[in-house]
């Protein structure tokens, strides 16, 4: 067999079912949700960012009305919580961006690596950056004026346990999405910079 | 988007796809499956498109798009197919010993490429799209010199491996 004939085989492939008008509107489709894909994400950290504009005036009329010093301080630095994960939302949101495909396979690979792992590290660091902010004030500000109760117990409970449903949720979508797959491009990428196909003969 | 680009986009899909799909199905093996990869080429090469300053040829610049999307994607599928794999293996060795004629042959280049390292894929798709050397070192980032050391060796390879059990 020579080259021609290998040729020959390559472009002897055909795809003629495979484009048709419903294949325009698969991609039509695709495109669309993909833009509500975007607009799902940015409209979700819009929300956290409202919820947490309404808590700063409301904490901060609690930081002047409640009584309790605690309660005080917890309103005070709940409305600090606020400011900070806005200001991690919108930081977070300007590091998201996705490697252009117009690269070399290389660093496109590496590009891809960068950004699950950027994911990665948010999602370690939720607790942080997201739970404990908002629990510390929390908890401060109830027992300031609950005291050490059977209700301060109970609202206790309850806190800890969305915080840790929180931090679970996140753990879980790093065990299950995130590290296989950057395994995957990490094997990928090894083979892609091993020296028998990097360097120069 | 405008006109200008909607349109340039529809003459990629009109003209381009064949060699689209060419290297889609070394990455995938079954239609849907191709075809699903192809979607998302296409999707990216929509999205990308505003952006294409014509620094490099249009052909060029597909390919690389193709071939990260393609790849990307392939890392996807290997998780779905992990556990099919030892099964896929006996069921395509079947085929090629049972079945004759030219259309096999080509299937079973197909296959041969698909069986090959991902680096080495990569090179020889895009050589047999009849890409230079040096627009192949381009897409890659890899030297002139290398892509042709690299390719006659796959193409040894690839003749071994097609004599192997072709009829």
Known sequence: MNDQELFDLWNQKRFESLWTDQNKDRLDRSISELDKFKKTISRRNM?????????????????????????KIGAVLMVFAAIWIIYKLIAVSKTRIEPDANMDV???????????????????????????????????????????????????????GIAWLIFWINRKAIQIYIDPKIYDLEKTIELFSDPDFKDDD | MNPETEELFSAIVKNQSDKILRICSVYADEEHRINDMYQEVLLNIWKSLPGFRGESKIETWLYRITLNICLKQKL????????????????????????????????????????????????????????????????????????????????????????????
């Open chain 1, 106 to 160: 290389a660093e496109y690979l590496t590009g891809w690596q960068r950004y699950l792992l950027n994911e990665k590290k948010l999602l370690e660091q939720v607790l942080s950056w997201y739970i404990l902010p908002i629990l510390i004030p929390a908890i401060l500000f109830i027992y300031g004026f609950t005291a050490f109760s059977i209700w301060f117990l109970i609202e206790l409970l309850i806190l800890f």
């Open chain 2, 76 to 167: 996807k599928l290997e998780k779905e197919k992990k556990k099919f794999s030892s099964m896929d293996g006996i069921q395509m060795d079947r085929i090629y010993e049972n079945t004759a004629g030219r259309k096999v042959q080509s299937e079973r280049l197909y296959y041969c490429i698909s069986k090959l390292k991902e680096p080495d894929k990569a090179v020889i798709t895009l050589y047999l799209e009849g890409l230079k050397y040096k627009e192949i070192a381009f897409i890659l980032g890899l030297t002139k010199n290398h892509v042709g050391v690299k390719i006659s060796r796959i193409k040894t390879d690839l003749f071994h491996c097609l004599n192997r059990k072709s009829v």
């Open chain 1, 47 to 71: 929300r956290e960012i409202v919820v947490a504009l309404i808590l700063i005036p409301l904490f901060l009329y609690m930081a002047v009305v409640m009584e309790p010093l605690l309660s």
